[in-house]
């Protein structure tokens, strides 16, 4: 089993362009989030989702959107990239409440 | 929500115990205590967590003060792998199942 998997791994995007962040699980969990990490600080959370169609904000969600169709995937979309979202995108999911949240490897991205 | 204090670093020298120290003074009666750890460049990852006892896996235990006002991951003998960010965390469920991280303490292992 793949577990969380994040496609990409990098990226560099000029200001003002949109890109989509994917996030693709095959552990059947319900709970998805988003986090980012600025360099030497700790997570932040995005969005997250508790189901399919279901989402809600986090942290800081501001220049973000998200959906949430099917219970395997859960996209982060970047509308108008801004170098404040150079950044390290982690993806994670969770089956229960207080179990245990698995992280896929990351996208790291770069606004220039 | 409940917070978390941990020091900012810590140093070990190899296959010596580690004890990583957590405060959690105004934790609620259903706050579970995570514990995750981040390698170099890599995702966090799970390493234990408990409610009320102590409780240990294969890669580490967990004790918890009576009060559950403070908490101590133990790494049992240290590698030069277990050199991470561990984060402690709090995390209630039920409708507060959000995990905040903060910046965690940076363990440094010696050869």
């Known amino acids: 089993n793949a577990g969380v998997t994040q496609t990409p791994k990098f990226r560099i995007l000029k200001i003002g362009q949109s890109m989509t962040l994917q996030c693709t699980q095959d552990?059947?969990?319900?709970?998805m989030y988003w986090y980012r990490q600025d360099p030497g600080m700790g997570l932040k959370l995005i969005y997250y989702?508790?189901?399919?169609?279901?989402?809600d904000k986090g942290e800081v969600p501001n220049g973000y959107n998200v959906s949430r169709s099917t219970t395997e995937d859960f996209p982060l979309r970047l509308e108008l990239a801004a170098p404040s979202q150079t950044s390290v995108y982690f993806c994670?999911?969770?089956?229960?409440?207080?179990?245990?949240?698995?992280f896929g490897p990351g996208t790291r991205l770069t606004v220039l | 929500d409940a917070k978390t204090t941990q020091p900012n670093s810590m140093e070990s020298n190899e296959e010596e115990p580690v004890h990583l120290p957590c405060n959690h003074s105004t934790i609620s009666g259903t706050d579970y205590i995570h514990w995750y750890r981040q390698l170099p460049s890599q995702g966090p990852e799970y390493v234990i967590h408990?409610?009320?006892s102590n409780v240990n896996n294969r890669m580490a235990s967990l004790a918890i003060a009576e009060d559950r006002k403070s908490s101590t991951l133990i790494l049992h003998r240290a590698t030069l792998r277990d050199a991470a960010v561990y984060y402690c965390i709090l995390n209630s469920g039920g409708s507060n199942y959000k995990l905040t991280f903060g910046k965690g303490t940076l363990l440094t292992v010696n050869p």
């Open positions: 408990g409610l009320t």
């Open positions: 994670a999911n969770q089956r229960g409440s207080t179990d245990t949240q698995y």
């Open positions: 552990m059947n969990h319900n709970y």
């Open positions: 989702s508790v189901g399919a169609g279901i989402t």
